[in-house]
């Protein structure tokens, strides 16, 4: 059951994810990835909500917790999950350890888009 409650938040995540990044396009343009920049910004702003909402109240069941956070904002945007797992890393003291994940997880991502890129262009 944990299974299906992800999936089907993820789809509806991912949607709406699909649509923002739509809307953007036609009524901002494509010069910048306002879409992105949104939905990112939103799904941390949420993540935030949801997770202080459970940490205070507490009484959310896991389902809950599945298809809002790991479906719904996991389809939406991972970079929610980035922005909680950093602070929470923060929160625990392990200043050096939430810098290393924050700066190491945008450059070695970046640093692994621009090796795959490459490879494909080299073997076309």
Not at 32 to 52: E, K, Q, R
Request: with cysteine; proline share 2%.
């Amino acid at each position: 059951m944990s299974y299906l409650l992800v999936f089907v938040g993820g789809g509806l995540g991912a949607t709406l994810r699909h649509a923002i990044n739509m809307f953007c396009a036609r009524c901002i343009g494509t010069g910048f990835p306002w879409g992105t920049f949104i939905i990112n910004i939103t799904g941390s702003t949420v993540m935030g909500l949801i997770a202080g909402y459970l940490a205070l109240k507490g009484d959310a069941a896991q389902p809950w917790r599945l298809f809002l956070m790991t479906g719904i904002l996991g389809g939406y945007t991972t970079f929610s999950a980035y922005s909680l797992d950093s602070f929470l890393l923060y929160e625990r003291g392990e200043i050096g350890l939430a810098a290393f994940y924050v700066i190491g997880s945008v450059v070695i991502s970046i640093a692994g888009l621009v090796a795959g890129l490459t490879l494909v262009r080299h073997l076309a």
